[in-house]
């Protein structure tokens, strides 16, 4: 225990030795840190909202008005043993016309000419998706099943090029923030190593013949490695610390501007909700990149 003590110690003081190289890797820590909670932010932003957008999409099958009672029951039945749909829920005309009638004022007066002609609409199930991806290999399945003669027509087969643009670009978008926001961490996460590992490696060379008579009078490995260990995981919790104060009041400020003009209200909602999990989640993330670094360098540079 004591040994461990006069290590912690020893390497927190060594912290502080050359200020310049601390405060140079304490400050790209504090970028690197900034910049990967930026992403994280972004992220998820964009996925709750390609989710609001993606549950607004569903695939809708619409029967011919002379399908009998029972083979719509038989075929709504058979929609939900296909892989990827979540849930199948019947429309009927009379519900259909309702929906346009309430959609907007637009909508009302197009209701009010359909209930003169006798209603046209037709029927249809709304089929909610497992996943938006596979949404033509569904549509495709649903049209082999038994029954599929009740089926007039599907949102998919009949769909104009907007609507299938709209798919596809929301498909894309999600996979792209996901491969953006994976490749710009991990660049950020080497060059925070890179930064670390010289600045073990300056304090190592600069530190020689000290470490030279810790040898001579026999002083173990880990007492000559540890101090270097505790110095890296330092500029991480030093790192985070000061990303957590910088973080903090500019959340506050900007906050309100992202609920209003973005509705990023409930991505913040999230970070507020779970900030003791956003805490340790800096704090860690700082201190293992540091101690990384520090084990890199250590196994690289000194000698043992």
Do not use: C
Request: no cysteine; proline share 2%; net charge positive.
């Amino acid at each position: 225990m004591i040994t461990f003590w006069r290590i912690f110690k020893s390497g927190f003081r060594n912290t502080f030795r050359n200020a310049w190289l601390s405060t140079a890797a304490t400050a790209i820590m504090v970028i690197t840190l900034l910049i990967m909670t930026f992403f994280v932010f972004s992220t998820m932003f964009v996925r709750t909202q390609l989710a609001e957008v993606r549950n607004k999409i569903d695939l809708t099958i619409f029967l011919s008005d002379e399908a009998p009672a029972d083979n719509i029951k038989d075929l709504q039945s058979r929609m939900l043993t296909v892989d990827n749909v979540q849930s199948v829920t019947f429309v009927s005309k009379a519900d259909a016309l309702n929906q346009l009638a309430s959609s907007s004022s637009e909508g009302g007066q197009l209701a009010k000419s359909a209930t003169e002609i006798g209603n046209p609409l037709p029927a249809s199930f709304q089929v909610k998706l497992k996943s938006l991806d596979q949404i033509g290999d569904t549509n495709g399945k649903i049209r082999a099943l038994d029954d599929n003669k009740v089926i007039s027509d599907t949102s998919y087969d009949n769909r104009d090029n907007n609507r299938k643009g709209v798919i596809e670009n929301v498909i894309k978008i999600s996979n792209a923030v996901s491969r953006i926001g994976l490749v710009l961490s991990m660049i950020f996460l080497v060059v925070a190593l890179l930064v670390i590992f010289n600045t073990i490696r300056m304090a190592i060379f600069t530190r020689r013949e000290e470490i030279e008579i810790m040898k001579l009078v026999g002083a173990t490995k880990w007492f000559i490695r540890g101090p270097f260990l505790v110095e890296g995981s330092m500029y991480g919790a030093f790192g985070a610390f000061i990303a957590l104060l910088l973080l903090v009041p500019f959340a506050r400020s900007v906050g309100p501007f992202l609920a209003d003009r973005l509705n990023a209200g409930s991505t913040l909602q999230y970070f507020q909700s779970h900030i003791i999990l956003v805490v340790l989640g800096l704090v860690l993330t700082g201190v293992v990149i540091g101690a990384v670094s520090s084990l890199l360098a250590i196994a690289r540079h000194l000698k043992l």
